[in-house]
């Protein structure tokens, strides 16, 4: 079972983010680092309009104890997203109501912190 460590459970949110390519570069992120804003795609392409947070899948934790429920789930389901050495992440932050989720199990979430690298 995956757990969240008890010293990163001071998030409303988390997620679990492929860190994709972007404009043919790799992003590499460490932990604390924080991830801008995601851009809202039309048709498979991006629009360059930023949306308001970053997108991931969404990761259901156990607040009480950080056990995430979903994360077996959540891993199959990034693994369509994945190519070659992409970073897989987890990050936590504040859930972004003004964004649509577009994409099965998608959240958008406020000041994005990384606070795991998979």
């Given at each position: 079972m995956k757990t969240i460590n008890?010293?990163?459970?001071?998030?409303?949110?988390?997620?679990l983010r492929v860190m994709t390519k972007f404009n043919g570069k790799d992003e590499v992120v460490n932990v604390g680092d924080f991830i801008g804003n995601?851009?809202?795609?039309?048709?498979?392409c991006s629009s360059g309009d930023a949306i308001d947070g970053t997108?991931?899948?969404?990761?259901?934790?156990?607040?009480?104890?950080g056990e995430v429920i979903n994360f077996d789930a959540a891993v199959k389901l990034a693994e369509q997203y994945k190519?070659?050495?992409?970073?897989?992440?987890?990050?936590?932050?504040?859930?972004?109501?003004?964004?649509?989720?577009?994409?099965?199990?998608?959240?958008v979430i406020k000041n994005a912190e990384v606070v795991e690298i998979l």
């Open positions: 008890e010293t990163k459970l001071n998030h409303e949110v988390y997620g995601s851009y809202h795609w039309v048709d498979g997108c991931a899948i969404f990761l259901d934790v156990d607040g009480f104890d190519h070659d050495d992409e970073q897989v992440v987890i990050v936590g932050g504040d859930l972004s109501i003004d964004e649509v989720f577009n994409d099965t199990d998608e959240i």
